[in-house]
C-alpha cells in the first residue's frame, strides 16, 4: 500500500482528483479529518490523507504532497530519503519530485491539448515503488471535467508519477 500524506490547507479539492485518478490504479481510502471514503473496489492500494503539518511517518512506502512552496518551509524531510516529496518548484528533500513550469522541475507541462494533454518527466527520479522514472513524455488520458486549471492537472500527474504508475507511456486520470 502506498500511503499519500497531503500537506497545507488547501489541499481538499486537489485532493479528491488525486483520489479518482489513483481509483483507476487500485482501491483508495481518503481520510480527511474524521471522515473515511472509499474510492473504486477491489484491493486497497492506496491510502490518501490529508495534514496541516506533516505527522511522523513510519511507512517506508509513502508520498507527501506539498500544495505550496509556504507548505514546504513548514516540514524538514532532509534526513528521511525513504520519503517522496512532490513539491511545486524547490526541492526540499533528498528525494524530492518537484512539478511546475521551469525546465528545473521533475515534471512539467508539455502539451494541453485535449482530448489527451501530455507531461514530460525532465529529470529521473525514484518513485514510492523503488522503481526510477526516466525522462519520458507522458499522454495523460482524461476529461477535462476532472481538472480546472493546467497546474491543477500536473499536480495530480506528479502524484500519480510519484507512485510509479506513470508505466507505458501513460497516466490514467
Same mark, same amino acid.
Given at each position: 500500500?502506498? +500511503?499519500?500524506?497531503?500537506?497545507?490547507?488547501?489541499?481538499?479539492?486537489?485532493?479528491?482528483?488525486?483520489?479518482?485518478?489513483?481509483? +483507476? !490504479?487500485?482501491?483508495?481510502?481518503?481520510?480527511?479529518?474524521?471522515?473515511?471514503?472509499?474510492?473504486?473496489?477491489?484491493?486497497?492500494?492506496?491510502?490518501?490523507?490529508?495534514?496541516?503539518?506533516?505527522?511522523?511517518?513510519?511507512?517506508? +512506502?509513502?508520498?507527501?504532497?506539498?500544495?505550496?512552496?509556504?507548505?514546504?518551509?513548514?516540514?524538514?524531510?532532509?534526513? +528521511?530519503?525513504?520519503?517522496?516529496?512532490?513539491?511545486?518548484?524547490?526541492?526540499?528533500?533528498?528525494?524530492?519530485?518537484? !512539478?511546475?513550469?521551469?525546465?528545473?522541475?521533475?515534471?512539467?507541462?508539455?502539451?494541453?491539448?485535449?482530448?489527451?494533454?501530455?507531461?514530460?518527466?525532465?529529470?529521473?527520479?525514484?518513485?514510492?515503488?523503488?522503481?526510477?522514472?526516466?525522462?519520458?513524455?507522458?499522454?495523460?488520458?482524461?476529461?477535462?471535467?476532472?481538472?480546472?486549471?493546467? !497546474?491543477?492537472?500536473?499536480?495530480?500527474?506528479?502524484?500519480?508519477?510519484?507512485?510509479?504508475?506513470?508505466?507505458?507511456?501513460?497516466?490514467?486520470?
Amino acid at each position: 500500500m502506498v +500511503n499519500i500524506f497531503l500537506i497545507g490547507d488547501d489541499c481538499g479539492g486537489v485532493g479528491l482528483k488525486i483520489c479518482r485518478a489513483l481509483s +483507476n !490504479y487500485g482501491g483508495v481510502i481518503h481520510i480527511t479529518d474524521k471522515t473515511f471514503t472509499f474510492h473504486s473496489t477491489g484491493k486497497l492500494c492506496f491510502s490518501v490523507s490529508h495534514w496541516k503539518t506533516l505527522p511522523k511517518i513510519f511507512s517506508p +512506502n509513502c508520498v507527501v504532497f506539498l500544495k505550496s512552496s509556504e507548505d514546504a518551509k513548514k516540514i524538514d524531510c532532509t534526513e +528521511n530519503s525513504d520519503i517522496v516529496i512532490v513539491s511545486p518548484d524547490l526541492p526540499v528533500g533528498l528525494n524530492c519530485i518537484t !512539478y511546475g513550469f521551469s525546465e528545473k522541475c521533475s515534471i512539467s507541462l508539455s502539451s494541453t491539448e485535449t482530448p489527451c494533454p501530455c507531461v514530460s518527466i525532465q529529470h529521473p527520479f525514484i518513485c514510492a515503488d523503488g522503481t526510477t522514472a526516466e525522462i519520458s513524455e507522458i499522454t495523460v488520458e482524461t476529461s477535462p471535467d476532472i481538472w480546472e486549471s493546467s !497546474y491543477e492537472l500536473l499536480e495530480v500527474c506528479a502524484v500519480v508519477a510519484a507512485c510509479g504508475l506513470c508505466k507505458g507511456g501513460i497516466i490514467q486520470i
